[in-house]
């Protein structure tokens, strides 16, 4: 026991000098950072000019359940089928199970160690060699145990700057998911909307054919009583089959496109044949929220996660300047050692071993300096996404408003057209079948009406496809509940 006391007071002495002479020494280190830094800065949503553009409107922002503003409980189901089957939640999910394994090995590095061994050889010893007899030339077994602890001390912070930047990109994984999670379920609605859309634009191509038909058998009446010829009765019948057509095209494109939500469902393409048509109603008022952009930073998920990787490089550069300096690692082993099995446990055999590893590098060819560079771009690298991210969704926020107010006017112009070219073809057909026009002009009336009437249903169904890309732009209800790092240039 008195010399294992004495060995650890030695132990003592001996870390203690080495570390006044590992200090002494780093002030002298040739390998050092000088002249390596950040040149990017991060933006801040203020100093971009949105007062016009993006305007205070006293709106919402977007809660989690969004889509139910169109009052149709079969889009409300597909989002959460989507939500609960589709393979690229799954994805998701991985990625971010994937980050969180990574932050719980960063940890186990600021931590002690401990480990327990035990090896068993048998060898024949050599009989020219330095072992003495009676075991030179011998078979012998040769038995270890040994119950080992280290730990770094991270004088520099070396390993808890690693563990921060872990636990950084598991918050920008958990906001990728986020991403995800938007970008699916918009996807499913606007194709729901699509659906929508088809299905009005088929009700439209069926009235078409059923005027066609009734041009087709007024053109017949009138070659009864000489008023037209062989000639209109083709042109009617022509005009009747391109009809028909149109509507078996857009048939086709009804499949497709339900095929296509199935596909976002993560189900075969049969789940899709299974929807009903849509119901969506107009949804809700269009207002932009307050304190944009702001506020934006920490509604879209996407600002979020870049946010979130910016500071991850942040505590990299850190753990990589810390690899400057000298690395103690202190460890420790108890354990037994000796010749076959009969002295194996017993205190003759008995081993310890005590003390600290120093490293310090001093000349590594510009290995570590290349290493910081590198941390350095890759932090200027996200930075320029995270503002590019920043400007691209204030710029989508922008675009989607100026589109909806857009659309409201155009809709209210095509309603008025719409309104007397309905007029206008009832009028033709009137005076058609009156003998008192020509074919001509009922079917460029018809032609006209049918035009704005699609108009319409595609400006409706426009509007409907811009207010769910607003609700993405302005998050889909998203906030980021974590205290968001403080970011600034990284020197």
């Given amino acids: ?83 609960r089957d589709s393979p690229t939640i799954a ?20 931590l002690p160690r401990a480990d327990a061994s035990y090896s068993y050889m048998r060898e024949q010893l050599s009989g020219s060699s330095y072992i003495p007899p009676p075991y030179a030339g011998s078979w012998q077994s040769q038995n270890t145990g040994l119950l080992s602890a280290s730990y770094e001390l991270d004088l520099w912070g070396k390993n808890r700057e690693a563990l921060k930047a872990a636990l950084s990109q598991l918050q920008a994984s958990e906001a990728d998911a986020q991403v995800v999670r938007l970008t699916l379920t918009t996807a499913v609605a606007r194709a729901y909307n699509q659906l929508a859309r088809l299905y009005v634009l088929r009700d439209i191509a069926a009235q078409e054919i059923a005027q066609r038909e009734r041009i087709d058998r007024l053109t017949a009446d009138r070659i009864a009583t000489g008023l037209d010829t062989d ?14 057509a149109a509507l078996k095209a857009i048939d086709g494109s009804i499949v497709t496109t339900r095929y296509e939500i199935a596909a976002l469902l993560g189900a075969g393409p049969d789940r899709g044949l299974a929807i009903a048509r849509p119901t969506l109603g107009i949804g809700d008022e269009v207002r932009l929220p307050d304190n944009l952009p702001a506020d934006l ?12 990787r910016v500071d991850g490089l942040t505590h990299e550069v ?21 010749f076959g099995f009969g002295r194996f446990l017993t205190a003759a055999s008995r081993t310890a071993s005590v003390g600290p590893a ?28 995270y503002n590019q991210t920043l400007v691209t969704a204030l710029s989508q926020v922008a675009t989607q408003l100026a589109d909806i107010r857009a659309t409201d006017g155009q809709l ?27 074919q001509l002009t009922v079917l460029n009336a018809d032609v006209t009406a049918l035009s704005a009437d699609q108009a319409v249903a595609n400006l409706r169904m426009n509007r409907r496809d811009q207010q769910i890309a607003l609700a993405q732009a302005l998050g889909g209800g998203y906030t980021d509940t974590q205290e968001q790092p403080s970011l600034g240039a990284l020197k």
Avoid at 4 to 11: G, N, R, V
Avoid at 323 to 328: A, G, L, N, T
């Fill in 318 to 338: 850190k753990s990589v300047k810390a690899e400057f300096y000298p690395d103690i690692n202190l460890s420790a082993a108890i354990g037994f050692d000796a």
């Fill in 1 to 83: 026991m008195d010399s294992q006391i004495k060995m650890t007071h030695c132990a003592s002495r001996g870390l203690r000098a080495g570390i006044s002479v590992v200090g002494a020494v780093a002030l002298s280190a040739c390998v050092n950072y000088a002249g390596i830094h950040g040149d990017q800065q991060i933006a801040e949503p203020q100093q971009y000019a949105t007062q016009q553009s993006v305007p205070a409107e006293g709106g919402r922002w977007p809660a989690a359940n969004w889509a139910d503003q169109f009052g149709d409980a079969q889009l409300r189901a597909l989002i959460d089928e989507a939500l």
């Fill in 358 to 385: 120093i490293h310090l590098p001093i000349f590594d060819a510009g290995e570590l300096r290349a290493k910081l560079k590198g941390r350095y771009a890759e932090f200027d690298y996200a930075v320029a996404t």
């Fill in 412 to 438: 209210t112009d095509a309603q008025t057209a719409q309104s007397a070219a309905r007029r206008a073809d009832e009028l033709a057909l009137t005076q058609y079948k009156a003998g008192l026009t020509n």
């Fill in 231 to 244: 000639v209109e009765l083709k042109i009617a019948q022509a005009n009747l089959a391109t009809s028909r």
């Fill in 297 to 308: 930073v920490s509604r879209r998920p996407d600002i979020v996660a870049a946010r979130w």
């Fill in 91 to 110: 994805q998701a999910s991985a990625r971010v199970a994937a980050a969180a394994a990574y932050s719980e090995t960063a940890k186990a590095a600021t």
